[in-house]
């Protein structure tokens, strides 16, 4: 470690307690995407931290919620863009929260707020790590691009117009995304993968009002119906059934399979968590990590007549079903959907609408990339372990938006570990990694 860095580290250990109280700032105004809650005051919080820190930024207007686009000019003509969201799942079912969830809670090792890590907590350690480098070179090496907006946990829906209609002003040779996090054994880690997404709610409406089931020998019933049409989808051995809904798939490397096998075991952890017995097609060891290479198709929620307590009898008139694929390179989210129309009318169920609630594209980068070398030696060099790089994640996210639209590479370290609860009651991180994670972020932009 060289003189720069030992500054850099000291900076940002004497100066944490400025950036809980930030943190604390951020995650006590709401601002929950998918019901608007406190969102057009958060941006303009944001706006607020970006220029405390000296920074020069534009909240801009969209469809949606606001976008906020911070700059800084450096010395060198290398320029890293840093994305995050200020959006935030909502925090339901409140009572499993040991506190408030925008009442941020401070202990001696973590803050327990929703967003604390997902994603407040990272755009605030990436605006200590400027501070650190401003404090030690007293200029930035590089230029830098904050970018933020306020509809990831909805999909995103105008991020990837915004990065079309702004590319001058976004242009970089590289991008930090969000949500990084250590593994088990607080081991260093990068995806530099996300599967894409389509989201749908597929909703039938087979009469005008509910019936007495004493009529089901001559009235449609709407949930067998699309039970029916659910039924088309997969077989028992979760294979999807959608006639060319595979052609585009890109078979992982070997290379790529492979380095899962650096990857600690996830089998006992996940039996554990989930209270389950076996996985689809009994898959195990390396095989769990292996199968985030297979698209899904999931039915993530399903509505219909009557559902309360004790009897009622009727044939339901309407349902409903929330379906998700995961889609892996290089399948396309709008190709699926075109497929599927065509698979249900084929089937005769013309009836059967598709409402599309959200898509996104995958996005790689390559495993030899520079800033991939770059982002794992720091890595190292803070945590003094190894870095374990995969080439896919579980998850979607709108990092096609950037690294696709401007063909820059995209790597993800971070302040989370793997039990941060994200989206879940009791969001948090622990303070330690806030300051590993923003002593590896300064170095990266010292380097880029």
């Known amino acids: 470690m060289n003189n720069f860095d030992t500054t850099i580290d000291k900076y940002i250990e004497k100066n944490i307690e400025r950036y809980i109280d930030e943190v604390v700032r951020l995650c006590s105004q709401p601002s929950v995407s998918s019901t608007g809650e406190g969102v057009v005051d958060c941006a303009n919080l944001v706006g607020e931290l970006l220029s405390e820190h000296g920074i020069e930024n534009t909240i801009f207007k969209t469809d949606g919620n606001p976008i906020i686009v911070g700059r800084v000019q450096g010395a060198g003509d290398k320029t890293l863009l840093f994305y995050n969201h200020y959006d935030v799942q909502p925090p339901e079912p409140l009572d499993l929260w040991l506190s408030p969830p925008f009442e941020p809670r401070v202990t001696d090792d973590a803050i327990y707020a929703r967003g604390a ?9 990436r605006l200590a790590a400027y501070d650190a480098i401003m404090d030690t070179y007293e200029e930035l090496p590089c230029n830098l691009v904050f970018l933020l907006e306020g509809e990831e946990e909805s999909g995103s829906p105008n991020i990837a117009k915004f990065v079309r209609e702004h590319e001058d002003l976004l242009k970089a040779n590289g991008a930090i995304w969000e949500e990084g996090k250590l593994e088990y054994g607080d081991q260093p880690s990068l995806l530099l993968g996300v599967r894409g997404v389509l ?5 039938v409406n087979k009469m005008k009002i509910d019936a007495h089931s004493g009529y089901a020998h001559i009235l449609p019933n709407a949930a067998w119906h699309l039970n029916r049409a659910l039924a088309l989808l997969k077989d028992n051995e979760d294979n999807i059934l959608i006639p060319g809904f595979y052609d585009n798939v890109r078979q992982p490397t070997n290379e790529e399979l492979n380095a899962f096998d650096a990857w600690p075991d996830l089998e006992t952890d996940l039996r554990t968590q989930f209270g389950i017995d076996k996985f689809i097609n009994g898959v195990s060891g390396n095989q769990l990590r292996y199968a985030v290479f297979n698209p899904t198709c999931n ?5 219909s007549g009557y559902q309360g307590p004790g009897t009622k ?8 079903a929330k379906v998700d694929f995961r889609l892996v390179p290089d399948q396309d989210p709008e190709d699926i959907l075109r497929k599927l129309r065509k698979f249900l009318d084929v089937n005769g169920f013309e009836d059967v609408e598709i409402n599309v609630l959200g898509k996104m594209w995958p996005f790689t980068t390559p495993m030899d990339d520079p800033l991939v070398r ?3 030696e720091a890595g190292f060099e803070v945590y003094g372990k190894q870095t374990l790089i995969g080439p896919l994640s579980g998850g979607s996210s709108p990092a096609y938006a950037v690294g696709g639209f401007m063909d820059i590479p995209v790597v993800n370290p971070g302040i989370g570990y793997w039990d941060n609860r994200s989206h879940a009651p009791n969001e948090h991180i622990r303070i330690k990694d806030f300051i590993n994670g923003t002593k590896q972020i300064a170095r990266i932009i010292s380097r880029f």
């Open 299 to 303: 039915i993530a929620g399903f509505g």
């Open 117 to 125: 890590k997902d994603d407040k907590g990272e755009f605030v350690s």
């Open 199 to 203: 989201y749908i709610e597929l909703l």
């Open 374 to 376: 770059l982002t794992a």
């Open 313 to 320: 009898t009727i044939i339901p008139a309407k349902a409903k």
